[in-house]
T-cell receptor
Framework: GQSLEQPSEVTAVEGAIVQINCTYQTSGFYGLSWYQQHDGGAPTFLSYNGLDGLEETGRFSSFLSRSDSYGYLLLQELQMKDSASYFCAVRPNNDMRFGAGTRLTVKP | NAGVTQTPKFQVLKTGQSMTLQCAQDMNHNSMYWYRQDPGMGLRLIYYSASEGTTDKGEVPNGYNVSRLNKREFSLRLESAAPSQTSVYFC??????????FGPGTRLLVL
């Protein structure tokens, strides 16, 4: 089967750096994705790692280690608007599996 | 360019009633998905359609049926609603699978 583990909550202050970890177990693997969801809204795509290493998109970076079945999302220069839930997701085949999500609270 | 649209936005049903949730995308994507989201459980895949004419079960298909009407539209049907199906339902589409685009969601309450 498939399982993804990520912390349920993280709190940080404005301007800081926060890392959200994700470990996974899947029967197949095409890559690790990250999605952001604000309260009451729909998930939106943030980043994708198909190969090992770091991908950077502005203030957000994502890392993957396939040998460790592990990845993380790094958010730098935190802003209040970054308060949201963040989900890691894996694509075992043509489907998609999401983690339970990490609720990030950014405090002034 | 509307992206992914879902109707209705809100719905209240009584136990045993049936309904169909509609989803349409205008991005010419091959793949479409239906998820449900419950508090603290993230998104769980109900059914997906990798291409027009195909559908497959996801993690939680029991109590649901789907129809891929054409490349644009993918509907989700609840034949006999149960309180356990109270949830927020999201439709998504993608080309290649890595990036999924989500609709605004349908909030369903089954009494």
């Amino acid at each position: 089967g498939q399982s993804l583990e990520q912390p349920s909550e993280v709190t940080a202050v404005e301007g800081a750096i926060v890392q959200i970890n994700c470990t996974y177990q899947t029967s197949g693997f095409y890559g690790l994705s990250w999605y952001q969801q604000h309260d009451g809204g729909a998930p939106t795509f943030l980043s994708y790692n198909g190969l090992d290493g770091l991908e950077e998109t502005g203030r957000f970076s994502s890392f993957l280690s396939r040998s460790d079945s592990y990845g993380y999302l790094l958010l730098q220069e935190l802003q209040m608007k970054d308060s949201a839930s963040y989900f890691c997701a894996v694509r075992p085949n043509n489907d998609m599996r999401f983690g339970a999500g990490t609720r990030l609270t950014v405090k002034p | 360019n509307a992206g992914v649209t879902q109707t209705p936005k809100f719905q209240v049903l009584k136990t045993g009633q049936s309904m169909t949730l509609q989803c349409a995308q205008d991005m010419n994507h091959n793949s479409m998905y239906w998820y449900r989201q419950d508090p603290g459980m993230g998104l769980r895949l109900i059914y997906y359609s990798a291409s027009e004419g195909t559908t497959d079960k996801g993690e939680v298909p029991n109590g649901y049926n789907v129809s891929r009407l054409n490349k644009r539209e993918f509907s989700l049907r609840l034949e006999s609603a149960a309180p356990s199906q109270t949830s927020v339902y999201f439709c998504a589409s993608s080309e290649g699978g890595e990036t999924q685009y989500f609709g605004p969601g349908t909030r369903l309450l089954v009494l």
